[in-house]
């Protein structure tokens, strides 16, 4: 099982960036819950977002509400992050991860809540 992210780059403040995640080995609609995570150097990791199986339900950072979407096109095995008016301080390693479980609560924050992990793609954005 794998999780590829892609899709980081650099861009302007103010900028949008899309970023996604992209499962083989599985497929992305077995797993309950689809997320991402990013670390900014010098920083501990942080939840950034989550979706539930039928992408129904979304739950977001307090820093990124309003700017930032979560969603899942399970047919294509896929999660994607869409980044609109972007921050320096968005600048971070972006990781998706996937769970087996169904995550409630404070849970889906939770990155030890999480089984399976893609590898960082980054976002730097410039002011």
């Known amino acids: 099982v794998q999780l590829q992210a892609s899709g980081g780059g650099l861009v302007q403040a103010g900028g949008s960036l899309r970023v996604a995640c992209a499962a083989s080995g599985r497929t992305f609609r077995t797993y309950l819950m689809g997320g991402w995570f990013r670390r900014a150097p010098g920083k501990e990791r942080e939840f950034v977002a989550a979706?539930?199986?039928?992408?129904?339900?979304?739950y977001y950072a307090d820093s990124v509400k309003g700017r930032f979407t979560i969603s899942r096109d399970n047919a294509k095995n896929t999660v994607y992050l869409q980044m609109n008016s972007l921050k320096p301080e968005d600048t971070a390693f972006y990781y998706c991860a996937a769970s087996d479980q169904l995550l409630t609560g404070s849970t889906r924050y939770r990155a030890s809540a999480y089984d399976y992990w893609g590898q960082g793609t980054l976002v730097t954005v410039s002011s």
């Open positions: 979706i539930s199986p039928s992408g129904g339900s979304t």
